[in-house]
Nanobody
Framework: QVQLAESGGGSVPAGGSLRLACAAS????????VAWFRQAPGKEREGVAV???????NYGDSMKGRSTINEDAAKKIVYLNMDNLQPDDTATYYC????????????????????WGRGTQVTVSS
């Protein structure tokens, strides 16, 4: 059973940075995609970034240019590095994983992913 656990959320002032981590357990061999999504109260869940096992990445419009997704393969952790955070970035951030996956158009949609973490809260103050 695949399990994902997010960490690294917190409260920062506008202009600050955070690094979120998504640790995976119970995973099997094969290609995969790990994506970060976020959801603010009253809003739909939106894709932030995705990474596949081949190193391909794609970014959603909301944080393009302000975020970087990468991994520590040995630790099975995928990171989301976020810079120049703004109050509109306040949300719960979730990581999600899909097996047998590569980054292609449309892969940064919530419906694609079978496994989800419980989320980590990011709050940005003005």
């Amino acid at each position: 059973q695949v399990q994902l656990a997010e960490s690294g959320g917190g409260s920062v002032p506008a202009g600050g940075s955070l690094r979120l981590a998504c640790a995976a357990s119970g995973v099997t061999a094969g290609t995969w995609c790990v994506a970060w999504f976020r959801q603010a109260p009253g809003k739909e869940r939106e894709g932030v970034a995705v990474l596949d096992s081949r190193g391909n990445t794609n970014y959603g419009d909301s944080m393009k240019g302000r975020s970087t997704i990468n991994e520590d393969a040995a630790k099975k952790i995928v990171y989301l590095n976020m810079d120049n955070l703004q109050p509109d970035d306040t949300a719960t951030y979730y990581c999600a994983r899909k097996s047998f996956c590569v980054v292609v158009p449309g892969v940064l949609r919530a419906a694609v992913y079978a496994y989800w973490g419980r989320g980590t809260q990011v709050t940005v103050s003005s």
